[in-house]
């Protein structure tokens, strides 16, 4: 039985609107707010993001709402669910408006651009003492909206809030579990997202099936060395968080992280490829805020360094390959599984 919850959704884009019609269809009071007024008016008339999510009818019992403040009256749970570059610029917006009680989560995935500071940073340091909550796991927009099977993952210090925000969402058709480690949870959602480019290059050059399996493999090696440098639970890497997320990311040609990497590898500049994709693409900053923290922590991640290179166009896809087939030979976890070699 889910509580009445009065849920505002900030961010209109796939998966905000995704996660709004997932909570409204769940019969949780839910409003969608997003910066075009204009897009919003046309969601409440046709009951389709025609932009985003165009082939999905939006349930009827979902509510729209341009204007921010409204969106935040009244509203006991606050999901922010724009892209890594807006979030921190989305919480001095929100400050004015948010309701005394009110408990603040997030499905974004990434850093803070140029700092390399985890959202959940940035949540505590605005708003200290507040519930704070990530959603995260294997979860593409367009199956969740359609109602497809899916299960997510939703961890937060507060294990009441976990277990509220998990409820909901959680539905007959998505599974969501919570959980107590909040930074292993935002970094396998926020490190798979630069894994995916990897694989993506990959199948671009054609490479074949060894190829991907063998940087998915290895890309996990480098979520756990830097999660376990930064105090994450392995288990939560491996769990849907991390593990469920890459494989996810890595294989499904939803993804606009594997597609941006399908098109480096088939020769197509960036600029080009990143405006056809017409949406985020979280890896593009996400990979420079990996390697800040892989540097500061001393730890060698050579496939989130060569996506990191090639986004920035150091280097050409091939000679990343090349980079990484010449690497020398090492034992494939010298210090156990759960403590993994730097
Ligand atoms: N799509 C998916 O399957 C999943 C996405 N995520 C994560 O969710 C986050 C959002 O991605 P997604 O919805 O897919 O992205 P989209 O590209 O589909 O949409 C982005 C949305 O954010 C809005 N936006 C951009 N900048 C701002 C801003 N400064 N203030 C307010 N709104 C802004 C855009 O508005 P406008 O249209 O006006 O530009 C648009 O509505 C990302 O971190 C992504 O990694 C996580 C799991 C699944
Ligand atoms: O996070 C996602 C699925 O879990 C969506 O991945 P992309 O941002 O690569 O499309």
Not at 161 to 184: C, I, T
Not at 281 to 297: C, G, P
Request: aromatic share 4%; hydrophobic share 45%; proline share 5%.
């Amino acid at each position: 039985m889910v509580e009445r919850t009065t849920l505002a959704v900030l961010g209109a884009g796939s998966w905000g609107t995704a996660l709004a019609a997932l909570a409204a269809r769940n019969q949780v009071p839910t409003r969608l707010w997003g910066r075009d007024a204009s897009a919003l008016a046309a969601m409440a008339q046709s009951r389709c993001n025609q932009r985003y999510l165009p082939d999905v009818e939006l349930p009827s019992e979902l509510t729209y709402e341009a204007d921010l403040a409204a969106a935040l009256r009244g509203a006991e749970v606050v999901l922010i669910v724009v892209p890594s570059h807006a979030f921190a610029s989305m919480l001095e917006e929100i400050a004015p408006y948010l309701e005394p009680n009110a408990r603040i989560a997030w499905a974004t995935k990434g850093f803070e651009p140029g700092t390399g500071r985890f959202l959940h940073e940035l949540v505590d340091e605005r708003f200290p003492g507040r519930a704070a909550a990530v959603v995260t796991g294997p979860s593409f927009a367009k199956e969740v909206a359609a109602g497809m099977p899916s299960a997510v993952t939703v961890h937060s210090d507060d294990d009441a809030f976990a277990h509220e925000m998990a409820l909901l969402l959680h539905a007959p058709n998505f599974r969501a579990y919570s959980g107590s480690d909040v930074l292993g949870a935002e970094l396998g959602g926020a490190m798979k997202n630069v894994l995916a480019v990897a694989t993506g290059v990959a199948d671009g050059m054609g490479l074949g099936l060894n190829a991907r399996a063998g940087l998915i493999t290895r890309g996990m090696n480098e979520m756990l060395r830097l999660g376990v440098a930064l105090g994450a639970r392995p288990e939560t890497l491996m769990g849907l968080a991390g593990l469920g997320d890459l494989v996810l990311t890595c294989t499904g040609d939803l993804s606009r992280n594997r597609r941006l990497g399908l098109a480096l590898g088939r020769g197509k500049a960036i600029d080009e490829a990143v405006r056809e994709i017409g949406q985020v693409v979280e890896s593009v900053l996400t990979a420079d805020e990996v390697m800040r923290l892989a540097t500061k922590h001393g730890l060698d991640l050579p496939i989130s360094s060569g996506v990191r290179a090639v986004l920035h166009g150091e280097v050409t896809p091939a000679e990343g390959l090349k980079m990484l087939m010449s690497r020398e030979q090492k034992p494939e976890y010298p210090k156990g599984l759960f403590t993994p070699s730097a």
